[in-house]
DNA sequence: AAGGCAATCAACCGCGACTGA
DNA sequence: ATCAGTCGCGGTTGATTGCCT
């Protein structure tokens, strides 16, 4: 059962806000607040739009405390830094925590900037591959370092956990690399999994992941 | 000048969580 | 305990802008 469609679809209006609608819904939330509810908000402020698209409108872009402009580098160093402790332990990114880390900004802010900016940033520097076999083996490269680890399972591994960072810190030729694995894209889904070794298929060829240090956002 | 392409970011979508009746 | 209504979130889309050829 999905959730209750919060409007009439086709009777709200739909894409890119006017000056006028702007202005009609600051004032409102200004002068009344938004009522706990803003499912009733559009129709008391006289606005033409679904409730969502107005909260949306007002959280990410009409409210006074909103910082518009450039990340500076200290924003940078936090986003990089938290994503490095989250990405690491979880599937799922929390761009509100990491957005309630930076005042002014909102998780829609935050999560667009990661995703065109410091990804990108990211890449260009040290970058590493996660290769893995049908049999559960995997490698390991690290391409600006020149490095390479990695191990098919036989007869003495097939025990090691099903998180690849897991298995990976688990196998003696490896180095134990902890929290420095981030996984942030894969070519399948399926590929990722959470810290606790769940869910984790290796169906797939490869799975790119960030592996760096700490220090290079200290 | 114009067309193509990539980057950016506002906005939408879908779903799980929460809450009150 | 159940259910409907609403909220809040992450993921995704698509319009706009700017750059390059």
Redesign the pocket.
């Known amino acids: 059962?999905?959730?209750?469609?919060?409007c009439d679809?086709t009777n709200?209006?739909?894409?890119?806000?006017s000056p006028e609608e702007d202005a009609a819904l600051k004032s409102y939330v200004q002068t009344h607040g938004?009522g706990?509810?803003?499912?009733?908000?559009p129709l008391k402020a006289g606005l033409k739009?679904?409730?969502?698209?107005c909260?949306?409108?007002w959280?990410?872009?009409l409210r006074p405390d909103i910082k518009?402009g450039?990340f500076t580098q200290e924003e940078d160093d936090i986003i990089c830094s938290l994503y490095t402790q989250m990405g690491s332990r979880q599937?799922?990114?929390?761009?509100?925590?990491?957005?309630s880390q930076l005042p002014g900004r909102t998780?829609?802010?935050v999560?667009?900037?990661w995703?065109?900016?410091l990804k990108?940033k990211l890449l260009a520097g040290k970058t590493t591959s996660f290769n893995t076999d049908n049999n559960g083996g995997f490698s390991f490269t690290d391409a600006a370092a020149g490095v390479g680890y990695g191990f098919s399972v036989n007869s003495t591994s097939q025990s090691l956990p099903l998180d690849p960072v897991m298995r990976f810190n688990s196998h003696p030729s490896c180095p134990n690399l902890d929290n420095n694995i981030v996984f942030v894209a894969s070519q399948e889904?399926s590929a990722v999994s959470d810290s606790a070794g769940n869910g984790y298929v290796g169906d797939t060829d490869c799975v790119l992941v960030y592996a760096y240090h700490q220090q290079q956002f200290s």
Do not use: F, Q
């Open positions: 059962m999905g959730s209750a469609p919060c679809k709200v209006k739909r894409g890119p806000w938004t706990g509810n803003w499912i009733s908000l739009r679904c409730g969502k698209s909260r949306l409108r959280l990410n872009y518009h450039g599937v799922v990114v929390l761009w509100s925590l990491i957005a998780d829609n802010d999560k667009n900037y995703n065109t900016k990108k889904e």
